[in-house]
């Protein structure tokens, strides 16, 4: 079953551009997950935020949570054709280590 | 290894053969999970374990599907009498502690099954 649900489901955007993806889940977690996955290649992590954290950065990545409403938000800043691919965000609950993925969303960044 | 390892990268069967998967975790890493995932959809879970031990295996959709990892390092999902619907990406992926609170998972590259 579906924990995590990523919107949109796909986006296009011109190089340069923000790009930000929402995730969306229904019970309390301890922590979330966001991967990128390339044409033809493996899921990559991009970053972790813990239940307890409310926003982190990881180079033009941005990753805020919020608990209160089961939702996260991934923002990519100043984007570029190489970004193209999908996002996932995975989701980790209290009494589980399994992390559980969405249907991802799917981006395109124009040249 | 410097990475997860999957082989092999690509294998087609017929309807009703057996298939071994085979994934070589990052060395040290103690759990190791395989997932699934169809085209256009996130991975699905399949299995986890910790050390040699089976932690999970609540998504291994038929009694058709073991997992196994002896030693506690290789692991080997095997998928007998195949059926064109077990078609699909089997993912790998190994993580440094069960409840990782730090880091991610690494996943392999995966094995494209296809059952014709």
């Known amino acids: 079953s579906q924990q995590g649900e990523e919107d949109p489901q796909a986006l296009s955007i011109q190089e340069g551009e923000n790009a930000t993806m929402n995730c969306s889940y229904k019970?309390?977690?301890?922590?979330l997950q966001w991967y990128r996955q390339n044409s033809g290649r493996g899921l990559v992590h991009l970053i972790l935020?813990?239940?307890?954290?409310r926003e982190k950065h990881s180079g033009r990545l941005r990753v805020t949570l919020d608990t209160s409403k089961k939702s996260s938000s991934l923002l990519i800043t100043a984007s570029r054709a190489a970004d193209t691919a999908s996002y996932f965000c995975?989701?980790?609950?209290?009494?589980?280590?399994?992390?559980?993925f969405g249907r991802g969303t799917s981006l395109i960044v124009h040249p | 290894g410097a990475g997860v390892s999957q082989s092999p990268r690509y294998k087609v069967t017929k309807r009703g053969q057996d298939v071994a998967l085979r994934c070589d975790p990052i060395?040290?890493?103690?759990?190791l999970y395989w997932y699934r995932q169809a085209l256009g959809q996130g991975p699905e879970f399949l299995t986890y374990f910790n050390y040699e031990a089976q932690q999970d295996k609540s998504g291994l959709p038929n009694d058709r599907f073991s997992a196994e990892r002896p030693e506690g390092s290789i692991s080997t999902l095997t998928i007998q009498r195949t059926e064109q619907r077990d078609s699909a990406m089997y993912r790998c992926?190994?993580?440094?502690?069960?409840?990782?609170?730090?880091?991610?998972?690494?996943f392999g590259s995966g094995t494209r099954l296809t059952v014709v």
């Open positions: 935020i813990r239940s307890n954290e």
């Open positions: 992926a190994s993580s440094l502690v069960g409840r990782n609170l730090l880091y991610g998972y690494t």
């Open positions: 995975a989701t980790v609950t209290g009494g589980s280590y399994i992390p559980t």
């Open positions: 019970t309390s977690i301890n922590n």
């Open positions: 060395s040290g890493h103690v759990s």
